[in-house]
C-alpha cells in the first residue's frame, strides 16, 4: 500500500516562506509524476504545482507561479515545496499526490492513485 505524508505546515506572516516535504513509502516513486494541491473550506481542490518522474520537468498554477517551487531529492524521495513570498490567498491545507500518469495530475484529479492526509498553511499577519 503506497502511502504519502505531508509536513511542514503551520503559521507564516505574509511575505514569508514555509518548505512542505511529501514522504513517500510502500512503493517505489522512481517512475511516478508527484503534485501539490491545495483545498480551502467550500471550494474544490485547487492544482498547485507537478513535477515528472524524472525531476525534470516541472508546472505551475498562474498564481503561484515565480513564487513556489517543487522538487524532488535524488531518490525521487520526498518531494518538496518550496513556498515564498506567501499571501494571505495561499491559506489552505497542501496536499501531494502521486500517480503513474502525469496527465491525471494536470486534468484529472478525481482519478489519481494516492493522496496524502493533508498539511494545513496559515498565511495571516
Known amino acids: 500500500q503506497v502511502h504519502l505524508v505531508e509536513s511542514g505546515g503551520g503559521l507564516v506572516r505574509p511575505g514569508g516562506s514555509l518548505r512542505l516535504s511529501c514522504a513517500g513509502s510502500?512503493?517505489?516513486?522512481?517512475?511516478?509524476?508527484m503534485g501539490w494541491f491545495r483545498q480551502t473550506p467550500g471550494k474544490e481542490r485547487e492544482f498547485v504545482a507537478t513535477i515528472t518522474g524524472s525531476g525534470r520537468g516541472t508546472r505551475y498554477a498562474g498564481s503561484v507561479k515565480g513564487r513556489f517551487t517543487i522538487s524532488r531529492d535524488n531518490a525521487k524521495n520526498p518531494v518538496y515545496l518550496q513556498m515564498n513570498s506567501l499571501k494571505p490567498e495561499d491559506t489552505a491545507v497542501y496536499y501531494c499526490?502521486?500517480?503513474?500518469?502525469?496527465?491525471?495530475?494536470?486534468?484529472?484529479?478525481?482519478?489519481?492513485?494516492?493522496w496524502g492526509q493533508g498539511t494545513a498553511v496559515t498565511v495571516s499577519s
Open positions: 510502500g512503493g517505489t516513486f522512481g517512475t511516478y509524476a
Open positions: 499526490a502521486a500517480d503513474p500518469d502525469l496527465g491525471r495530475l494536470y486534468s484529472a484529479t478525481e482519478y489519481i492513485q494516492t
